[in-house]
């Protein structure tokens, strides 16, 4: 962690900043489509239709064809799901960095810097819909590359944006991560944030199958800051 560098974002840093994002998105994928198979509901919808088929069917090619058929298509909704929020990630703050996080107030945008290429973002935006209990930070787009997860990266890009949130004279910062973040959700639970709810995505996929969103909380003065 000696050798990494916390910097803000330039603007020759853009094409480095979409990749680590969208990559790190992607990722995720495969632990979605666990997460879905896991659901008792997949569950027993997969085994209805095979069952159906089969006792309708003179081979058990048929119902394996139509397992196999409705897996991928599953694959490629919960791929849509994540594509999509990739897009209007990168519509809405990600492709105008400069002028979302760095020409605002109370926000910010790092980069973390190792052998001159960057391997960490992580941002910050003024928070919405929590003004009554006080002034909060949202740490948004936080990524690190695989390649260099497991070096501290991560925790020095949320304890850049909690320091720079106490600058700020917040309360504290908040963010939001998904079910199948699991490794996001233990750092995150590492540094003193806590989670406050739960909640459905937006999307009608997600709905369908218990793919949840998390609010977590650090609360500045109580973590020391």
Known sequence: MAEVKIRRYHEDDDEDVKEIFTLGMSEHI?????????????????????????????????P????????AAGRQGINYMF???IQVSLKRDLNQIRRTYLESPDSCFWVAEFQGRVVGIVGCL??????????????????????????????ALCRKV???????????????????????QKLYEH?????????????????ITNFTLMEYWLDLKQQGY
């Open 30 to 62: 495969p632990s979605a489509c666990m997460h879905v198979l896991k659901q008792p509901l997949a569950q027993m919808f997969l085994g209805c239709v095979f069952l159906a088929l089969l006792t309708s069917a003179e081979s058990i090619l048929l």
């Open 64 to 71: 394996v064809l139509a397992v196999t058929l409705i897996l």
């Open 83 to 85: 594509t999509q929020y």
């Open 126 to 155: 003024p928070a919405e819909n929590v003004r009554n209990v006080g002034k909060f930070l949202e740490l948004k787009r936080m990524s690190v590359r695989k390649s260099h997860r497991g070096q501290g990266i991560a925790k």
């Open 162 to 184: 909690a320091e720079f949130a106490r600058e700020c004279g917040c309360r504290g910062v908040l963010l939001y991560t998904s079910v199948v973040q699991t490794d996001a």
């Open 191 to 207: 540094l003193g944030f806590q989670k406050v709810r739960e909640f459905d995505a937006p999307e009608a996929i997600a709905k």
